[in-house]
Structure formats: C-alpha cells, structure tokens
C-alpha cells in the first residue's frame, strides 16, 4: 500500500501546462526527504525525470519542473507534448518502523488530448 | 552505456520458487545499491528489496520477508533475487535499479526493462 497519494489521471492539451501532486506525510516527505519523480510506460524500464525534489538529469527537457514543500510535493509539465502520455510516480524515503523505507507514489496517467 | 538486464521470471505454481537474475554493465557495480522494484497487473511500482554496494545490508518490504531474498555477486556484475514460496500476489514485471552511490542519494537511475513472474496453477 503506498504511502505516497497522487491523482489517478491528469489531462491536457497539447501545450497546456499540467501538474501532479504527490502528498505525503510527516514520516516521508515531511521529514525532510527528497522526493523524486519517474516516467513510466508499462512493459519498458521506467525514467528517472527529477531527484532531489528539483533537479533533471541531464537529457531531460525543461519542461519537466517539480517542487515541494511541507508534506507534499508536484511535479508540472508544460508544453504538453503527445509524447509525455505515461504514467508518473513519485518516490520517497520513509522513517516509519513498518512498511518499506523507499516508497512510491500511487502513480498518475497523463494523457494528452 | 549503462545496462541492467533482468532475466529468471516465468510461470510457477503457488508455493514455488523462482530466481531471478540483474546483470549490470557500464558502472563500476561494487560501488552502487542495487534493488528491485515491481509491478503488478494494473497497479503501480513497489519497492521490493535492496542491498548496500557490499551485500551488507539488505532491506525487505514486509510482504516479502521471510520468503525473498535479495543477493549480489560483484565479481560477475550480477543481481539476484531468490523468491521462494511464491503468492499468486506476486505476479508482477520484476525491474532492477540502481541506487545512488551513496546512502544520500535515495534515488533509482537506471532501470531495467523488466522480467514477468506469473504465478498460477
């Protein structure tokens, strides 16, 4: 069960800007751990988009932007391109003395319309 | 280039075992964690398990415990995941990661393509 919350889809047009939102709690994200951001479609190996709550591997674009703050964290898109349909993730480290210490986010679908 | 290759997923019977295997290529190996990360059908990624650069130290989530074992062999540049007593729950495309070479750098870069654990009568 993830400890992680993000919304299930997310949708916009093309050059539309879109942000996902990860929320998390005073164990993880509010702790003061990093969070990172993934891109993921099913059946191929998943891409690291963003670590360390900001920063973008080199190859990224700069249209791939995140933040965070307090218990939460997002990550925008703009310039939507039909390329960016995929599912994203959010990831984290979690202090709590049960469950896993590295968590992920539920996971959202973009889709471009 | 950097290269993880999973290999081992296939069908299995419930309560069966399974090994699968991570070859790394283009990073020197011994210095990273490595990890594995799945999904199953229609849900989304799972930390599985971990183990430090050395193999000294390994993390598991609690629904493995006791039945997976995370392993490394750095002179082959290889991963391992054992998976005994194997739930239909476990079906799921198995990814190994590589971690940050130090134990700050919590992130997950790169990945595998993934190998597909069935487990089914």
């Known amino acids: 069960q993830s400890v992680l919350t993000q919304p299930p889809s997310v949708s916009g047009a093309p050059g539309q800007r879109v942000t996902i939102s990860c929320a998390g709690s005073?164990?993880?994200?509010?702790?003061?751990?990093?969070v990172h951001w993934y891109r993921h479609l099913p059946g191929t190996a998943p891409k690291l988009l963003i670590y360390?709550?900001?920063n973008r591997p080199s190859g990224v674009p700069d249209r791939f932007s995140a933040s965070k703050s307090g218990t939460s964290a997002a990550l925008a898109i703009t310039g939507l391109q039909a390329e960016d349909e995929a599912d994203y993730y959010c990831?984290?480290?979690?202090?709590?003395?049960?469950?896993?210490?590295?968590?992920f986010g539920t996971g959202t679908k973009v889709t471009v319309l | 280039e950097l290269q993880l290759l999973e290999s081992g997923g296939g069908l299995v019977q419930p309560g069966g075992s399974l090994r699968l295997s991570c070859t790394a290529s283009?990073?020197?190996?011994?210095?990273?964690?490595m990890a594995w990360v799945r999904q199953a059908p229609g849900k989304g990624l799972e930390f599985v398990s971990i183990?430090?650069?050395?193999?000294?130290?390994?993390y598991y989530t609690d629904s493995v415990k006791g039945r997976f074992t995370i392993s490394r062999d750095n002179s082959k540049n290889t991963l391992f995941l054992q998976m005994n007593s194997l739930r239909a729950e476990d079906s799921a495309v198995y990814y190994c990661?590589?971690?940050?070479?130090?134990?700050?750098?919590?992130?997950?870069?790169?990945w595998g393509q993934g190998t597909l654990v069935t487990v089914s009568s």
């Open positions: 283009g990073f020197p190996f011994s210095s990273y964690g």
């Open positions: 990661a590589r971690r940050g070479r130090t134990k700050a750098e919590k992130w997950f870069d790169p």
């Open positions: 990831q984290s480290y979690d202090s709590s003395l049960s469950g896993s210490p590295y968590v």
């Open positions: 183990i430090t650069n050395t193999g000294g130290t390994t």
């Open positions: 360390r709550n900001i």
């Open positions: 005073s164990s993880n994200i509010g702790a003061g751990y990093d």
